[in-house]
């Protein structure tokens, strides 16, 4: 099955700053998906991108299928963006699975 | 209203014990999910139903048995768990089945067996 690469596994940032978390996988993919999960718990789907840039506030994505990778932009960080970031996608025989994530802590 | 909400929020429960987890959505949307999350571990999907019909088993024991009663509904029968299958459990649902549309997630069961 496809590979799911995220880095790093670990990030602590100041509030304020501004960081990239990569996603590579080892097949071309035809969905490409970003989520966040809150230290409680709760997962919410930040993004569907297969491909191109998309932006929602502080955040956005680019993912550039033909060299196998994906990018989620954390600009102006917060406290409230702290957790696990996770991307997700689907393999050849139809198999959804997530990278092992990005633990992020925001520190005031 | 873009809310998943599922119930109970903790379980213990005992290896001979049955119990079930339910999930609920009024999106009207018609794909459901049912994945398992062991601590500092990614998700796992463990069942999709599209329209209904179970269209993805990812080869989960048979003490899990997913049930969905209607297009609102999804339940997860626990029967015989053992100790290994404490984790979270996340329902999820979608407008279509396909992994290429908005997951909504619920806040989960932690599900403990003793």
């Known amino acids: 099955g496809i590979q799911v690469e995220q880095s790093p596994p670990d990030l602590i940032l100041q509030e304020g700053a501004n960081s990239t978390l990569r996603c590579n996988f080892s097949?071309?993919?035809?969905?490409l998906q970003w989520f966040h999960q809150n230290p409680w718990g709760q997962l919410i789907n930040l993004f569907y991108?297969?491909?191109g840039t998309k932006q929602n506030g502080r955040l956005s994505a680019t993912t550039v299928a033909t060299e196998r990778y994906s990018l989620l932009y954390i600009s102006s960080s917060q406290t409230t963006d702290s957790g696990v970031y996770f991307c997700?996608?689907?393999?050849?025989?139809?198999?959804?699975?997530f990278g092992a994530g990005t633990q992020v802590v925001v520190t005031p | 209203d873009t809310e998943v909400t599922q119930t109970p929020k903790h379980l213990v429960m005992g290896m001979t014990n049955k119990k079930s987890l339910k999930c609920e959505q009024h999106m009207g949307h018609r794909a459901m999910y049912w994945y398992k999350q062991k601590a500092k571990k990614p998700p796992e999907l463990m069942f999709v139903y599209s329209y209904e019909k179970l269209s993805i088993n990812e080869s989960v024991p048979s003490r899990f048995s997913p049930e969905c009663p209607n297009s609102s509904l999804l339940n997860l029968h626990l029967h015989a768990l053992q100790p290994e299958d404490s984790a979270l459990y996340l329902c999820?649902?979608?407008?279509?089945?396909?992994?290429?549309?908005?997951?909504?997630f619920g806040p989960g069961t932690r599900l403990t067996v003793l």
């Open positions: 997700a996608t689907t393999d050849s025989w139809g198999k959804f699975q």
């Open positions: 999820a649902s979608s407008l279509v089945a396909g992994f290429t549309d908005t997951q909504y």
């Open positions: 991108i297969p491909s």
């Open positions: 097949d071309s993919v035809n969905n």
